[in-house]
């Protein structure tokens, strides 16, 4: 079956430490995301990667870090600059000139 | 940048009734999408619109483009409806640049 994994589903870290939280997809989409979701907000766009080897910033990308070195996986990095970095956590695909975002299942990362 | 912004926040409503989720944006956009989050924080698309009317079962959305607002109705509702409703949008560039979204709605069905 064809669709996005986000690996793992809970994560807790201690304060100050990095983490990385893995996404990976098989449906063969150049687009790549990461959202943020907090209790209360909309999901907002940390990062997006349109090809491999290339990424933009999104609205809120301090903190955070990626890499698109291969199509199917676009791993996402919380630095410890990140000043509130509990929240859930979404990567999503499109193809180029598609509209439809595939969502995965999520992570939630709580710092302790 | 665009707002999106959705009516009610919170709707509790009974088994059957039927159902009205708002959503406005302030800037021009390629599509306007409107997704279901679980409980369990999975996210499925339920409908993409740039115009008109879409319908999908019991769902149907609608979108206004020169007013900038859609709704999503939802007819005889059940329990099993009960699940944040987001709207999001795509830009005028398209659909590489990502998803601006809204805050949800959170609707509970009672039995």
């Known amino acids: 079956d064809g669709g996005i994994t986000q690996s793992p589903k809970y994560l807790f870290r201690k304060e100050g430490q990095n983490v990385t939280l893995s996404c990976e997809q098989n449906l063969n989409h150049d687009a790549m995301y990461w959202y943020r979701q907090d209790p209360g907000q909309g999901l907002r766009l940390i990062y997006y990667?349109?090809?491999?080897?290339?990424?933009q910033k999104g609205d809120i990308a301090e903190g955070y870090s990626v890499s698109r070195e291969k199509k199917e996986s676009f791993p996402l990095t919380v630095t410890s600059a990140q000043k509130n970095p509990t929240a859930f956590y979404l990567c999503?695909?499109?193809?180029?000139?598609?509209?439809?975002?595939?969502f995965g299942p999520g992570t939630r990362l709580t710092v302790l | 940048k665009n707002e999106v912004e959705q009516s009610p926040q919170n709707l509790t409503a009974q088994e059957g009734e039927f159902i009205t989720i708002n959503c406005s944006y302030s800037?021009?956009?390629?599509?306007l999408h409107w997704l279901q989050q679980h409980p369990g924080g999975g996210i499925v698309s339920l409908f993409m619109?740039?115009?008109g009317k879409k319908k999908h079962g019991r769902l149907i959305a609608t979108i206004n483009i020169q007013e900038k607002h859609s709704s999503l109705h939802i007819t005889a509702s059940h329990p099993r409806d009960s699940a944040v409703y987001i709207c999001a949008v795509n830009g005028e560039r398209g659909g590489a640049d990502g998803l601006t979204f809204g805050k949800g709605t959170h609707l509970i069905i009672q039995p």
């Open positions: 800037v021009g956009i390629s599509a």
């Open positions: 999503a695909s499109n193809s180029q000139r598609g509209y439809r975002q595939y």
């Open positions: 990667s349109q090809i491999v080897n290339d990424f």
């Open positions: 619109l740039s115009s």
